[in-house]
């Protein structure tokens, strides 16, 4: 398995662009998480979804945010318009975990993707 | 609520000695614990976990970590630290009904030679 991959790697964007940060997670995985890490802020959970369907997205901080699941394979993130504060790194991440009873052995872990490095000027 | 905390943003331990990175929790019921390690530019990386069984858990690259229901801790250890294991490591929780993991800030360990 390749993964969970994140396109771009990296992005520079000029301050009023929309932006879309894609992911592919796992295959198999139900969960599927989207995080934001800055220097000063740590790391923040923006939205996760559970098959597909968003479950929480308490931490998405404005309306310029939004993510989206159309399918098992395939998130994206928008912020539209962009800011030069919303500059970070966001990972999405992957997990085989599921709200039902706990199957002995399997990795209830998160599997993170390389990230994508967003600039905004 | 459920919450972490890595008491120490920052860890220094000169190299082949014993490292030890510090992660208490806060969680209603029985919690499941991990590790996870961050190097540079790149996202993270799962390290260990604790589910149930042996208090004493080990993990990738030679790390370890025990579970102290006592004292909610799950530290995590390495006998002796390489100049590699320099990075940043994440302690995190969850219950055993939610898949949803809460993480510690992070603690940047820089092994010296």
């Known amino acids: 398995d390749a993964g969970v991959i994140q396109s771009p790697r990296h992005e520079v964007t000029e301050m009023g662009q929309e932006v879309t940060l894609r992911c592919k997670p796992i295959s198999g995985h139900n969960s599927l998480f989207w995080y934001r890490q800055t220097m000063m802020r740590g790391l923040e959970l923006l939205i996760y979804?559970?098959?597909?369907?968003?479950?929480?997205d308490s931490g998405m901080p404005e309306d310029r945010f939004s993510a989206k699941m159309p399918n098992a394979s395939f998130s994206t993130l928008k912020i539209q318009p962009s800011e030069p504060r919303d500059s970070a790194v966001y990972f999405c991440?992957?997990?085989?975990?599921?709200?039902?009873?706990?199957?002995?052995?399997?990795?209830?872990?998160?599997?993170f993707g390389s990230g994508t490095r967003l600039t905004v000027v | 609520a459920q919450s972490v905390a890595q008491p120490e943003d920052q860890v220094n331990v000169a190299e082949g000695n014993p490292l030890t990175v510090k992660c208490t929790y806060s969680?209603?019921?029985?919690?499941?614990l991990f590790w996870y390690v961050q190097y540079p530019n790149r996202g993270l990386q799962f390290l260990l976990k604790?589910?149930?069984?042996d208090n004493l858990v080990k993990g990738s690259y030679g790390f370890e970590a025990e579970f102290n229901k006592s004292q909610t801790s799950f530290h995590l250890k390495k006998p002796s630290a390489l100049v590699s294991d320099s990075a940043l490591y994440f302690c995190a929780v969850s219950r055993q009904s939610n898949y949803q993991l809460i993480w510690g800030a992070g603690t940047k360990l820089i092994i010296k030679p």
């Open positions: 991440a992957s997990s085989g975990r599921t709200t039902s009873l706990v199957v002995q052995g399997e990795n209830y872990g998160y599997t």
């Open positions: 969680v209603s019921g029985n919690p499941y």
């Open positions: 604790y589910i149930t069984g």
């Open positions: 979804f559970n098959n597909n369907v968003p479950i929480d």
